[in-house]
């Protein structure tokens, strides 16, 4: 239950603490989700699927960019929380990006 009542407070202090490379890495697959969303269902499960991409390759990019040990996330308080505000982005990110999706295709005809 402290999880949920102190969301908001966890949530805003992790968007705050995004670098220019997470969000890159958040914008990146929120586009691409967002554009592989086929229908409106699919916007409330496909950040689920985000979520899990985007904490493997948080875990990737060190090893690629900065040629270090690969380190898996500890399965902690930290992680759900992480999780949940991931889940929170990346479900605000996906409504946008199929919202103006679906804009574009209204307009074209």
Do not use: C
């Amino acid at each position: 239950m402290d999880v949920l009542a102190g969301f908001p407070a966890h949530f805003l202090s992790f968007v705050k603490s995004l670098n220019l490379t997470q969000l890159i890495e958040v914008g990146v697959i929120a586009l691409f989700f967002g554009m592989a969303a086929p229908g409106v269902i699919s916007v409330i499960f496909l950040p689920v699927v985000a979520t899990i991409v985007y904490l493997a390759v948080d875990a990737v990019v060190p090893v690629v960019s900065q040629n270090a040990a690969l380190v898996v996330p500890a399965f902690d308080h930290a992680l759900l929380v992480k999780s949940l505000s991931l889940y929170a982005l990346f479900l605000i990110a996906v409504i946008v990006v199929f919202a103006v999706k679906k804009i574009i295709l209204g307009l074209r005809g």
